[in-house]
C-alpha cells in the first residue's frame, strides 16, 4: 500500500515531466477533463497523474514512476473500451494518444503502427497502397486495444482477427524494461498478445503484415421491415454457409433514430438488415451478394462499389463520443429457432431505440487458425452475437444495461465456449469472464503473466492472474 501523499505525487510528476518527450497532466491542469474523458460517457473517473508519453522511453518512465510508489497503472490506446479500463480512479494512466505514428513499407508489405494510433490511422497509409490490415468497423478506434483482444473487421473471413496478421511488437514490461516480441524473441510473449489483453505489458508499436485488397470493395446494406425479423435469421443462417471468404457480414436487428443522418427510407424505424463487404473480384461479389438482395421487398437496399476507407465510416454517426454505451457478447454455432426467437424478443423490447443486435459472420480464415496458435481458443464458432446497448440519457443507465446483461444471459447456455473480451461488458464477471474468454489457453497465459509481471502491474483489463511460482516453473 502505498503512503506517498497526493502533493509528493504532484511534486514527482513534474519532475517526471522534465525528463520525458511527451507531458504530464494532473488534477486542476486545463487539459485534465479532457485528458481523462473517454468515449464512453459513463465512465467518469479521476486518476492522481496522466503521463501522455511520445516515444517508448516516455512509456518507461511513467510504468517506473508508477511502481517506484505503488500507484496502480492503467493504459490508454485508443480510449474506447466500453469498461474504461484505460482511466482509473487515482492511478497512473500511460497514455499513448499522441503516439500515432504508422510507417508502410508497401514493397515488404508491413505496416509498423504506434501504440497509440486509431485504427483509421493506419487504413488511410495503407490505402494509398491499396493495402490493409484487417482491423475492426470503426476507424476512431484504439489499434492497441482492439489488436490486444483480438480483432474482428470488414476482412476478418479472408484474412483472420487482426492478431492472426500481427508480426511483432515493441512493448514496456512491468519492470520497465523495453522489449521487442516476436516469433523469435520473447516468442512466448508474442504468442500471449496477440488475444490475452492488456495484461502482459505497455505496447509501444505494432508491426503488422498488411494485404493487397486495392482501394475498393462492393459494399450492400440491406434494410427490411422488422416484422421480416424471424424469417430474415432463418434465411440469413441458410445463405452464410455457402459464402466464399471474401464476404464477411452481418444480420442486424435493430433501428436508427428519426435524424436527418439515417436515410429517409429507414429513419426512425425497426429494420432487420442485411449488412456485408465483399472484398474480392465485384462481378463476383454482385452474385454472391444478390440471394440477400433478392430474399424480400427491402425498404432500402444500398448496394455498390465503394472505396473501402469509405466503407470504414458508414458506422460513423452511429456511435458518438460521449454517449452511453454497455456492449456484451456471446459465441453460437447456429440460428435455430428457438434462438431466432430470443434475438428477436429482445430486439422488439430494447429499451432504446438505437441499441442493436448484430450477428457477426465467423467461419473462413478465423477458423482456420489453431485454437492453442493464439491465446483465443473459440475459433470456430459460426457467430458473434453483439449485443449492442446505446442510448443517451443517465437516468436510462439501469434499464439498458439490465437489457443488454438478460439478453446475455438467455443466449450464453448455447455457447459452444469462449468469449470474445472487446466485447465484455464492464467485465463484471471478473475472474469466470477471462477463464470462459481463454480457456484451455488459460494456464498457459497466467505462466507468461508470471514471467513478465508477477506483481499484476497490469490488471485493470480482463485479467489473468499470474501463475503461483510452482505452476510457471512447468512448460
Ligand atoms: P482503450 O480503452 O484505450 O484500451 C482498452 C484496454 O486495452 C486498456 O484498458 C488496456 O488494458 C489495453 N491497452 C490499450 N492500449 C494498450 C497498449 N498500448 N498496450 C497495452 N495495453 C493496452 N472491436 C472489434 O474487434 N471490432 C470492431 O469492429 C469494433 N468496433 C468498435 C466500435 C466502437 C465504436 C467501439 C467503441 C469499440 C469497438 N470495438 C471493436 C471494441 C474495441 O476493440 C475495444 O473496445 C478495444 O478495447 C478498444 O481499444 P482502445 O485502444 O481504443 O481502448
Do not use: C
Amino acid at each position: 500500500m502505498s503512503t506517498t501523499t497526493n502533493d509528493e505525487i504532484t511534486r514527482a510528476a513534474r519532475d517526471l515531466a522534465k525528463a520525458l518527450a511527451g507531458r504530464v497532466i494532473l488534477p486542476g491542469d486545463g487539459a485534465y477533463d479532457e485528458a481523462r474523458a473517454l468515449w464512453n460517457g459513463i465512465i467518469d473517473r479521476r486518476p492522481a497523474v496522466i503521463v501522455r508519453a511520445r516515444t517508448a522511453e516516455d512509456v518507461r518512465e511513467a510504468v517506473r514512476f508508477a511502481t517506484s510508489r505503488a500507484l496502480p497503472v492503467s493504459v490508454r490506446g485508443g480510449g474506447h473500451n466500453v469498461a474504461g479500463n484505460a482511466v482509473v480512479d487515482g492511478a497512473v494512466v500511460v497514455d499513448l494518444a499522441e503516439m500515432r505514428g504508422v510507417a508502410v513499407d508497401a514493397a515488404a508489405r508491413t505496416v509498423r503502427v504506434e501504440g497509440g494510433a486509431q485504427i483509421g490511422d493506419v487504413d488511410e497509409a495503407t490505402q494509398k497502397h491499396g493495402l490493409a490490415v484487417p482491423f475492426g468497423v470503426f476507424p476512431e478506434t484504439g489499434v492497441a486495444g482492439l489488436t490486444l483482444g483480438g480483432g474482428l473487421g470488414w476482412l476478418r473471413r479472408r484474412f483472420g482477427l487482426t492478431v492472426d496478421s500481427l508480426l511483432e511488437v515493441e512493448a514496456v514490461t512491468a519492470a520497465g524494461e523495453i522489449v521487442v516480441a516476436n516469433e523469435r524473441q520473447h516468442s512466448d510473449l508474442f504468442w500471449a498478445l496477440r488475444g490475452g489483453g492488456g495484461n502482459f505489458g505497455v505496447v509501444t508499436s505494432f508491426t503488422f503484415r498488411a494485404h493487397e485488397i486495392g482501394t475498393d470493395v462492393l459494399f450492400s446494406a440491406v434494410y427490411l421491415p422488422f416484422d421480416a425479423a424471424r424469417e430474415a435469421l432463418a434465411f440469413y443462417h441458410s445463405y452464410i454457409n455457402t459464402t466464399p471468404d471474401a464476404l464477411s457480414s452481418f444480420a442486424i436487428l435493430g433501428g436508427l433514430p428519426d435524424d436527418p443522418h439515417a436515410p429517409a427510407e429507414v429513419r426512425g424505424k425497426d429494420f432487420a438488415l442485411f449488412l456485408s463487404v465483399w472484398s474480392g473480384d465485384p462481378d463476383e461479389g454482385e452474385r454472391v451478394i444478390r440471394p440477400l438482395r433478392e430474399f424480400a421487398a427491402p425498404l432500402l437496399d444500398d448496394t455498390g462499389v465503394r472505396p473501402f476507407i469509405e466503407v470504414q465510416h458508414v458506422f460513423d454517426p452511429d456511435y458518438p463520443k460521449g454517449g452511453r454505451y454497455y456492449w456484451k457478447s456471446n459465441y453460437i454455432d447456429g440460428l435455430d429457432a428457438k434462438m431466432i426467437d430470443i434475438l428477436v424478443e429482445h430486439a422488439g423490447r430494447r429499451p432504446s431505440p438505437v441499441s442493436t443486435i448484430d450477428v457477426w459472420q465467423l467461419g473462413g480464415a478465423v477458423a482456420r487458425v489453431p485454437a492453442e496458435a493464439t491465446p483465443i481458443p473459440q475459433r470456430s464458432a459460426a457467430y458473434l452475437i453483439g449485443i449492442e446497448s446505446n442510448w443517451f440519457d443517465a437516468a436510462a443507465d439501469a434499464e439498458n444495461i439490465a437489457w443488454a446483461r438478460e439478453l446475455y444471459r438467455a443466449v450464453v447456455d448455447a455457447s459452444p465456449g469462449g468469449l470474445y473480451v472487446n466485447f465484455a461488458g464492464f467485465g463484471e464477471e471478473a475472474d469466470e469472464l477471462t477463464r470462459r474468454a481463454y480457456g484451455a489457453n488459460y494456464a498457459r497465459l497466467a505462466r507468461v503473466k508470471a514471467a513478465y509481471d508477477p506483481a499484476n502491474v497490469f490488471r485493470f483489463n480482463t485479467n489473468i492472474k499470474p501463475a503461483a511460482a510452482a505452476e510457471s516453473t512447468t512448460g
